[in-house]
């Protein structure tokens, strides 16, 4: 099944949430139907942005899709700080990125955690992106592609076929994040493969067809066009680039 590319801005702790409108309506502005007709283009703000924001994308009747960095596992409870995939649900949000590498090297989420975390957001009716990754010490150590296929494998423990196949799973390279350094296209595409195959034997053919494979490290408008050349690679999870719209419109145009 062909699916348009899934271009995801991460504006992490970062914008106001009248900086959050600004944002969107100036992305909006770079973009034209055509854009729209090839990527899915997605904006995930911090949560104190995200009712904002979903009010600028409704009134406008923008295609830009809302995205959120991160849910909690529970519907609802004493869990202070949190926030539940159903309340995300009831904003419109579509995509929920989980397990993203600051939050397991910073947070200690576990694949378990992660897993829980893609399962919640699903019977909530919306797609997680699962983020995996190696950390420098890991890919010197030869171990690159083990510690991926794992995560793979432990954070879509929860999901069915039919859920792998809705969902996105962002290789990020940990090493490559805020760095300064980054992967080479060919480690990318090498690992988007890994992945595909992993899924294709741990779930189902189907679902490896279907899921769409991000890359994120470091990604800009001038490296964009040579990941998306992979076959493997169907999009990107954008982190500082996506904060300018001027950048984050020409990486989704990353065909021009």
């Not at 397991?104 to 699962?130: F, H, S, W």
């Not at 050349?229 to 020409?250: E, H, T």
Request: aromatic residues 6%; glycine residues 10%.
């Amino acid at each position: 099944m062909t699916r348009k590319d899934l271009i995801v801005g991460n504006w992490k702790m970062n914008a106001s949430h009248l900086e959050a409108i600004q944002m969107v309506q100036k992305l909006s502005y770079r973009l034209d139907h055509g854009d729209y007709d090839r990527v899915e283009v997605v904006v995930a703000p911090p949560f104190t942005s995200l009712r904002s924001v979903q009010t600028v994308i409704e009134a406008d009747r923008l295609r830009i899709v809302l995205g959120a960095q991160n849910a909690h596992w529970e519907e609802s409870g004493a869990f202070t700080g949190e926030v539940s995939a159903p309340m995300l649900a009831k904003l419109s949000v579509r995509h929920v990125i989980v397990g993203h590498s600051e939050r397991r090297q910073g947070l200690g989420e576990t694949d378990e955690m992660v897993a829980r975390k893609a399962r919640a957001i699903v019977e909530a009716g919306m797609n997680p992106i699962v983020c995996v990754g190696e950390t420098l010490e890991q890919r010197e150590g030869g171990e690159a592609e083990n510690v991926v296929v794992s995560q793979v494998i432990g954070s879509l423990a929860r999901l069915g076929p039919e859920a792998v196949a809705s969902s996105s799973v962002a290789y990020e390279p940990i090493w490559a994040i805020g760095t300064g350094r980054t992967a080479l296209p060919d480690d990318a595409g090498t690992m988007a493969g890994v992945i595909r195959e992993t899924v294709s034997n741990k779930v189902s053919t189907e679902a490896a067809e279907s899921v769409r494979l991000l890359y994120g490290g470091s990604v800009n408008a001038a490296n964009i066009k040579d990941f998306m050349a992979k076959g493997d690679v169907d999009g990107a999870l954008v982190g500082g680039a996506s904060l300018d719209p001027d950048s984050f419109a020409a990486i989704v145009r990353y065909w021009v």
